[in-house]
């Protein structure tokens, strides 16, 4: 079973940074691409980045050159580090997997990017 459990958000000022976690706790490692989702206020869950289990990266164009993550599979776990913060990125961060077929989710971490 996988079971992936995200931290690391809070309030920050525009410009500034955070780190996000996601760490799979459950039985099964993650051997698949993992992924960031973010949903604003009355919007649709966008998918921000992903990363293969050999490190391959994807970013959404709205985050290019400010996000960055990153993936230590010994430890079962991804990162999303957030930089130069904007109002707009705004949202509850989720990560993601799949596992034979099944699709997993945490139950997400609060970003809020003050102004």
């Known amino acids: 079973q996988v079971q992936l459990v995200e931290s690391g958000g809070g309030l920050v000022q525009a410009g500034g940074s955070l780190r996000l976690s996601c760490v799979n706790s459950?039985?099964?490692?993650?051997?698949?691409?993992m992924m960031w989702h973010r949903q604003a206020p009355g919007k649709q869950r966008e998918l921000v980045a992903s990363?293969?289990?050999?490190?391959?990266?994807n970013y959404a164009d709205s985050v290019k050159g400010r996000f960055t993550v990153s993936r230590d599979n010994a430890k079962n776990a991804i990162y999303l580090q957030m930089d130069s913060l904007k109002p707009e990125d705004t949202g509850v961060y989720y990560c993601?997997?799949?596992?034979?077929?099944?699709?997993?989710w945490g139950q997400g971490t609060q970003v809020t990017v003050s102004s």
């Open positions: 990363i293969t289990r050999g490190g391959s990266t």
């Open positions: 459950g039985s099964r490692p993650s051997v698949n691409t």
């Open positions: 993601s997997t799949y596992d034979r077929g099944s699709g997993f």
